[in-house]
């Protein structure tokens, strides 16, 4: 009980626009919020201007929410919203179009003593290294339908796009990362 009370405190601090109140909702949340918005951005860069654009709005929207369901689902919907509206913004009609092409651009993976836990991270940080290189389209769908639970009805009505789009854009995510991912993954345990 004492941490929804504290919790009620805080919301409570940042609706009245007290700034330590939101540094500290803020310092809750962000690690969360920015792995939500990783998985739509296409770098880092644009994670970290998804993450601050939707706390801007969570701020904003504070007095609304009625602790019916847990903040932070609340505060997630509000990312995943501002994620796809920057995605929109950045680019006409990404949901509609299927872009193949693949970003290129590979990280140093720092090492670690156990080889089995280095693979591990190595194969995690491939993992989401591949979902970020999809197309914007693919990307968003994947991520709406396999990491936020969407249905495809849903998306097909929160994109504009229809529910046969939805699945095709999903089915060819898939397809594309199963492919990056058994090369990726085979290279990984070469280097065993």
């Known amino acids: 009980m004492e941490k929804k009370d504290e919790l009620e405190e805080i919301v409570d601090g940042c609706i009245r626009g007290k700034r330590a109140y939101q540094k500290k909702l803020f310092e809750m949340y962000y690690g969360k919020m920015m792995a939500v918005c990783y998985r739509y951005a296409k770098d880092k860069d644009e994670a970290q201007d998804m993450v601050q654009n939707g706390f801007i709005k969570v701020f904003k929207k504070l007095d609304v929410y009625n602790f019916d369901g847990s903040l932070e689902g609340w505060i997630r919907r509000i990312m995943v919203n501002t994620a ?48 970020s290189e999809l ?16 249905t495809h009805k849903e998306i097909a009505n929160y994109l504009e796009i229809s529910e046969g789009t939805s699945k095709s854009n999903l089915a060819k995510a898939k397809q594309k990362l199963r492919a990056n991912l058994t090369e990726k993954f085979a290279k990984i345990e070469e280097n065993e």
């Open 84 to 131: 796809i509206d920057q995605i929109r913004k950045n680019k006409r009609d990404p949901f509609l179009v299927d872009d193949d092409s693949l970003l290129q651009n590979e990280e140093e993976v720092q090492p670690f003593a156990d080889a089995d836990e280095f693979n591990l991270e190595l194969k995690a940080e491939t993992a989401i290294k591949a979902i």
């Open 135 to 150: 197309s914007p389209a693919y990307r968003t769908v994947f991520n709406m339908y396999v990491i936020e639970g969407f």
